[in-house]
């Protein structure tokens, strides 16, 4: 039988628990991290924004797509970023009285990484959002693309009435393009200077050193710890590095601690 009900029912008043603890929000997003794995709709989009082959023709009005909300056990259907997604699979979640029945009908894209649940949150406009958001928005298309029909387009901000990609489709492409590759730097950076271990006692102060496995960057090399700073030199944190980048400028050796070990106490 179908397990997931019980679950359901625990986040059926997540909108509001969403209201009132938006530091939740931070761990909402970790809890789906990773839903979405990779295929990838569009790239196989025309540059001229017509819609590829194997790309829905049905063309939704907001309207129509509000008919779609799964009352007296009709179809449910719900709009990611213009995509309009048949969810009714997963009625318990999106039907009538459901945890997440707030998305169906409408396009509440930048609710699913604002956590904001309210009407004036469920709104299909991403403008403005982090990095963070538009790789959530990302792996939530990723998501409902594997795990979903994509059944058509809505005419809004998005596809025009044609289901023609409109100039706001390409910007929030670019976003998305944009916090992508940030975050494939920013992970090369991790890996390439990767958390020390640290612990703290009272009476001994702290104590940084370098593993195969610290900062949750699995390696076959240890790395001897180092300050490191940030490019406007506001912030500091422990790295372990290689030899070979220990002359990087970003980083600064530990007082008192030789230049070889693996292991430093850092001054009280
Ligand atoms: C930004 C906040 C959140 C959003 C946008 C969100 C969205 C969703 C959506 C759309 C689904 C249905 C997925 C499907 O179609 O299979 C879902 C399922 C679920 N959510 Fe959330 N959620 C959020 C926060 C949370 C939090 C904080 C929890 C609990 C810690 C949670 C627990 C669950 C569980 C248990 C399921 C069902 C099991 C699963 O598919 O993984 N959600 N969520």
Redesign the pocket.
Same mark, same amino acid.
């Not at 998305?103 to 649940?117: K, L």
């Not at 538009?134 to 594997?146: P, Q, S």
């Not at 809004?156 to 670019?174: E, N, P, R, W």
């Not at 506001?234 to 590095?241: G, L, Q, V």
């Given at each position: 039988m179908n397990k /997931?009900p019980n /679950? !359901?029912y625990?986040?059926q008043d !997540?909108h509001e628990i #969403?209201a009132k603890f938006p530091a /939740? $929000?931070s /761990?909402?997003?970790w809890?789906?991290t990773g839903?979405g794995s990779s295929p990838k709709v569009d790239e196989a989009s025309p540059k001229d924004g017509s819609p590829a082959l194997s790309e829905p023709t049905r063309v939704f009005t907001k309207e129509e797509l509000a008919k779609y909300k799964g009352e007296n056990g009709a179809d449910i259907y719900l709009a990611l970023m213009g995509k309009v997604f048949d $969810?009714t699979r =997963?009625r318990d979640? +999106?039907g009538p009285g459901g =945890? +997440?029945a707030f @998305?169906s009908g409408v396009d509440g894209s930048r #609710? @699913? $990484?604002t =956590?904001d649940f309210k009407p004036e949150g469920l709104i299909d406009d991403i403008t403005g959002l982090g990095s963070q958001d538009y790789i959530g928005l990302r792996d939530w298309l990723d998501f409902y693309v594997k795990? +979903?029909e994509y059944i058509g387009k809505l005419q809004g901000l998005f596809y025009d009435a044609d289901g023609k990609t409109t100039d706001y489709y390409h910007d929030a492409q670019q976003w998305i393009k944009e916090a992508s590759s940030y975050k494939e730097d920013e992970d090369l950076f991790k890996e390439k200077f990767p958390m020390c271990n640290i612990e703290y006692k009272p009476e001994e102060g702290s104590r940084v050193w370098c593993s195969t496995k610290s900062g949750g960057i699995q390696r076959d090399w240890v790395g001897f710890p180092r300050s490191l700073y940030s490019a406007d030199s506001k912030n500091i944190r422990c790295a372990c590095a290689q030899e070979v980048d220990l002359n990087d400028s970003l980083l600064k050796e530990y007082p008192n601690c030789p230049k070889d070990a693996t292991s430093c106490m850092l001054p009280k």
């Amino acid at each position: 039988m179908n397990k /997931l009900p019980n /679950l !359901i029912y625990n986040t059926q008043d !997540i909108h509001e628990i #969403a209201a009132k603890f938006p530091a /939740l $929000v931070s /761990l909402f997003k970790w809890f789906h991290t990773g839903k979405g794995s990779s295929p990838k709709v569009d790239e196989a989009s025309p540059k001229d924004g017509s819609p590829a082959l194997s790309e829905p023709t049905r063309v939704f009005t907001k309207e129509e797509l509000a008919k779609y909300k799964g009352e007296n056990g009709a179809d449910i259907y719900l709009a990611l970023m213009g995509k309009v997604f048949d $969810v009714t699979r =997963g009625r318990d979640y +999106y039907g009538p009285g459901g =945890g +997440y029945a707030f @998305f169906s009908g409408v396009d509440g894209s930048r #609710a @699913f $990484v604002t =956590g904001d649940f309210k009407p004036e949150g469920l709104i299909d406009d991403i403008t403005g959002l982090g990095s963070q958001d538009y790789i959530g928005l990302r792996d939530w298309l990723d998501f409902y693309v594997k795990d +979903y029909e994509y059944i058509g387009k809505l005419q809004g901000l998005f596809y025009d009435a044609d289901g023609k990609t409109t100039d706001y489709y390409h910007d929030a492409q670019q976003w998305i393009k944009e916090a992508s590759s940030y975050k494939e730097d920013e992970d090369l950076f991790k890996e390439k200077f990767p958390m020390c271990n640290i612990e703290y006692k009272p009476e001994e102060g702290s104590r940084v050193w370098c593993s195969t496995k610290s900062g949750g960057i699995q390696r076959d090399w240890v790395g001897f710890p180092r300050s490191l700073y940030s490019a406007d030199s506001k912030n500091i944190r422990c790295a372990c590095a290689q030899e070979v980048d220990l002359n990087d400028s970003l980083l600064k050796e530990y007082p008192n601690c030789p230049k070889d070990a693996t292991s430093c106490m850092l001054p009280k």
